[in-house]
């Protein structure tokens, strides 16, 4: 077991030595001593060739956790009841690092894997080996899979039984292989590689390198693959924690609701190991029922997940199923502080339930409410924030509106192979820019306002308006289209060629045999003469938006 118990005076010298970005206005974070004294433990005992706690990479402080609380539980299968410590964990993965390290070829691989213990393994399994996962969602249309294989590149395609021939069909006329991610298929991928843990080595790696890739929108709305880093995402460990006092092991248990596209997965992937979290996890379909069953029988103690799911759990929980609940962070988009007054009420205190903001881009959260902030706040503004209003000032006064900007080492690396939309995100002096509006008040307590972004969320997914369009505009006759996010989901309006014959069905079609069931068109389809454009002549979103709710209500896009 990791310990890292700290006097007055050595917390004092560490924290003077580097202070975190992770502080509310200077104020160090009990979570950030401890890590600070997990890296300064790698050092002295070997588990790292740093000298200094900057230069400890990601993979280094996974291991050495895990190796160093052997006993400890890492994962917990939901579904099968079966519980599996960090050694057995560690185990499988240093086989399967041993594996992907015979061959050098592999660089990059893309992961399509649900949560399971299998999906553990890999995971950390690729850090160890140095090779870089794209993480994608599991069940990923053929056409999705195609459309990040130019960008990404991948030497290997690791996925689920029961995704191997739309994978495969994915890949045809490729060299890229596709690899059974269950039990019997590992074992054969691993055939003769050891899983002795005392006499592996990782590999050198940069604490500036790409860790691993996922995929993300930006202001555009298309898209794209940040680059996170291993400096970035250790940085971002303890901000999970910063309303915990006692470390480690601040909660019992983790429910891990997001697959591994999601940056919260990334979060509690790589840091609950850390401070030696249990995860509990699924790899069947999540619902709120789901949910409510698997609280209430393991009895887990914290979670996040998105308002989608949130407002039913409200509806469908039993204040029994949620009584072992210590933090329910509701995160990733916005919502209505009454929609989830039923949750709030069933949550055995209510400081229980919190509001977060996150990014990828920021390798994690950056900001999340401690106890007793109003559910519309997503706590107190950090060192790395600034608010920028539209004259491109700096917010100074209380109330005033402004764009959330985020500066500091917690940033990503880069979009892969899309230099220019980094550019768009971060400024040249280093700030990004998040494309959410936010004001705070005289505590300097954030609110979120609104989003400038053009991608929105549906069915607790992102939907990247433009990847829809493609689609679309692909039909012959499609002169023009724009999706939007309307009250029932996805939206479109399309303008036709004259005479071409297009029906809504046909576009309907379309969209439902290539993309997943949530960008599917729910929101209707309407056809019209043309869009609205702005003055330099792009189409005008929002405007397009008002058009498309003002034809729902009259019953004309359907």
């Not at 992907?100 to 890999?122: C, F, G, P, Y």
């Not at 269950?182 to 691993?190: A, E, I, P, V, W």
């Not at 409410?369 to 100074?396: A, D, M, R």
């Not at 056809?527 to 034809?551: D, F, N, Y």
Request: some cysteine; glycine content about 8%.
């Amino acid at each position: 077991m990791v310990k890292c118990r700290l006097s007055r005076v050595q917390k004092k010298c560490l924290f003077e030595e580097k202070m975190s970005y992770a502080v509310e206005r200077g104020r160090p974070w009990k979570s950030q001593l401890y890590l600070d004294g997990v890296l300064d433990s790698i050092i002295q005992n070997g588990g790292s060739r740093a000298k200094s706690r900057e230069g400890v990479n990601l993979a280094e402080v996974i291991f050495y956790c895990m190796k160093n609380n052997p006993d400890g539980m890492h994962t917990i299968n939901g579904a099968t009841g079966e519980k599996f410590t960090n050694d057995q964990i560690l185990k499988r993965a240093v086989s399967i690092a041993r594996a992907l390290k015979s061959d050098r070829t592999t660089e990059t691989v893309i992961i399509m894997l649900r949560n399971s213990e299998h999906m553990s393994a890999l995971f950390y399994a690729l850090l160890f080996a140095g090779v870089v996962p794209f993480m994608m969602e599991p069940n990923s249309t053929e056409y999705e899979i195609q459309q990040f294989l130019p960008l990404v590149s991948p030497h290997i395609i690791f996925c689920e039984p029961d995704r191997v021939d739309i994978a495969t069909k994915a890949v045809e006329e490729t060299d890229i292989r596709v690899v059974v991610a269950d039990g019997s298929s590992l074992d054969k991928f691993t055939l003769g590689c050891s899983d002795d843990i005392g006499s592996f080595q990782l590999p050198e790696v940069r604490p500036d390198a790409t860790a691993l890739i996922q995929p993300t929108s930006g202001s555009t709305g298309v898209p794209k693959a940040a680059m996170l880093t291993h400096e970035g995402i250790i940085m971002q460990m303890p901000s999970v924690w910063i309303h915990y006092t006692q470390f480690p092991r601040p909660t019992s248990m983790a429910l891990l609701v997001s697959t591994c596209q999601w940056l919260t997965h990334t979060i509690i992937m790589t840091g609950f190991p850390v401070y030696q979290v249990p995860i509990l996890m699924t790899p069947l379909k999540i619902s709120a029922e789901y949910i409510a069953e698997l609280a209430g029988k393991y009895r887990a103690t914290w979670t996040i997940i998105g308002p989608a799911l949130a407002t039913p759990l409200g509806h469908l929980a039993t204040r029994d199923q949620l009584s072992s609940i210590d933090r329910f962070c509701v995160g990733g988009s916005t919502f209505s502080p009454d929609m989830l007054a039923p949750l709030q009420d069933k949550l055995p205190a209510p400081g229980c339930l919190l509001n977060g903001f996150g990014m990828t881009e920021a390798h994690g959260l950056v900001a999340v409410g401690p106890p007793g902030t109003p559910l519309n706040s997503v706590g107190h503004i950090s060192n790395i924030l600034n608010l920028i209003n539209e004259k491109g000032e700096i917010v100074k006064e209380p109330n005033e509106k402004g764009e959330l900007y985020i500066k500091g080492k917690c940033l990503f690396k880069g979009y892969l192979n899309n230099e220019a939309a980094y550019r768009e995100t971060v400024s040249p002096d280093g700030w990004l820019k998040t494309g959410d509006v936010f004001y705070r008040d005289e505590q300097e307590r954030l609110f979120f306002v609104n989003r400038t972004k053009l991608s929105f969320k549906y069915l607790n997914h992102h939907v990247y308006p433009e990847e829809i369009e493609r689609v679309i505009g692909s039909i012959p006759g499609v002169q023009q289209c724009v999706v939007v996010g309307a009250d029932a989901g996805p939206a479109a309006a399309v303008v036709l060629q004259e005479g071409c014959g297009v029906t809504r069905e046909d576009i309907q079609q379309a969209v439902k045999s290539t993309l997943s069931d949530y960008k599917h068109l729910r929101g209707g389809i309407v056809i019209v003469t043309s869009l609205p454009t702005t003055h330099t002549g792009k189409v005008h979103r929002a405007s397009c938006l008002q058009l498309i709710q003002e034809l729902v209500g009259r019953e004309e896009c359907f």
